[in-house]
């Protein structure tokens, strides 16, 4: 009898070290999210097979009711301007990590992804484009009401590495008109199209603005549109301690990837902060516990 319970509760710990295997590694699929286990066979008398018919309709339902949240975080955002004006990532912010989502407001997309931060208490950084800031105001100013930061990405989105100086200054201070006029907050920090400044242009961007140039070390490639589970776990597998991840808030399959790609970051440790928390993590010399 006594190795038949010990052979019993063997099975029970097989089964829970399978659920809480499954339930570590998480899922970038919605449709696969880890079941507990069934409810256990009795120790005495032999078990009666009980047949049943195979629900193959049956899908797993998104998780509902609480997920984890982002703690509280009461970090100073004023970074140091005599430091670095170029930055992918801030190796000495410990388990913080930056969200950033690029080329918005979008009319559907955004508003989508904000609830998807509020409800985990995540404070993201939107780099957004001028000319989308004018067309929905109550976006962006929706944005900087929820806590998040936002950030001055060019007002037409065009490369700048061929422009001059004058058209420069035109794309960042209408960008940071538009912000100022639907927000009342004036941008901080910027992100240039697709990546790309010459490096004479960001030392005068740095001089003119004020605004380091963000870049990133955390790239899914999600405007090819690869699909959400593949841009949840390409961010999921890149992440590491100080990122700035990109993503952009115009795609509905990144907006998609969310939920399992921000639970999934939370489950592994991370905290999220904006992108000038970030950086005054690293202008303070010191790394927040
Ligand atoms: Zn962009």
């Known amino acids: 009898m ?9 099975r029970i710990l097989a089964t829970f070290s399978i659920a809480a295997l499954s339930i570590t590694f ?41 997920v ?36 918005g407001p979008h009319s559907q997309n955004t508003p989508r992804l904000l609830d998807m931060l509020r409800a985990r208490n995540i404070k993201a950084s939107f ?39 004058d058209q420069v200054r035109q794309e960042f201070d209408k960008t940071r008109d538009a912000i100022v006029k639907a927000t009342g907050v004036q941008p901080r920090v910027m992100r240039p199209p697709y990546g790309a400044l010459l490096q004479r242009q960001r030392e005068w961007v740095h001089a003119q603005y004020g605004y380091p140039t963000i870049l990133w070390s955390v790239d899914p490639n999600d405007w090819q549109r690869p699909g ?27 907006v998609d990837a969310m939920p399992a790609t921000l639970d999934g970051l939370l489950k592994k440790g991370y905290k999220f902060v904006t992108v000038s928390q970030l950086l005054a993590m690293q202008s303070s010399g010191a790394a927040a516990p």
């Open 127 to 165: 780099f957004v484009v001028g000319r989308n800031v004018d067309l929905y105001p109550g976006i962006a100013r929706q944005i900087v009401a929820e806590g998040h930061e936002i950030a001055s990405h060019s007002y037409t989105h065009r490369l700048l590495t061929k422009m001059s100086d």
């Open 228 to 254: 959400s589970a593949a841009i949840c776990s390409r961010i999921l597998t890149q992440t590491s301690s100080g990122a700035i991840i990109l993503a952009h808030d115009i795609h509905v399959g990144t």
């Open 2 to 10: 006594r190795s038949a319970i010990t052979r019993h509760m063997k």
């Open 26 to 66: 998480g899922s970038c699929s919605a449709q696969k999210e880890a079941v507990a286990p069934g409810p256990l066979t009795p120790l005495t008398g032999p078990a009666a097979p009980v047949k049943t018919t195979r629900n193959t309709a049956y899908v797993t339902p998104p998780v509902q009711g609480p």
């Open 68 to 103: 984890q949240r982002n703690p509280d975080i009461n970090l100073p955002s004023n970074f140091s301007k005599g430091g670095n004006i170029s930055f992918s990532r801030v190796p000495s912010a410990g388990q913080y990590v930056a969200i950033t989502f690029d080329d």
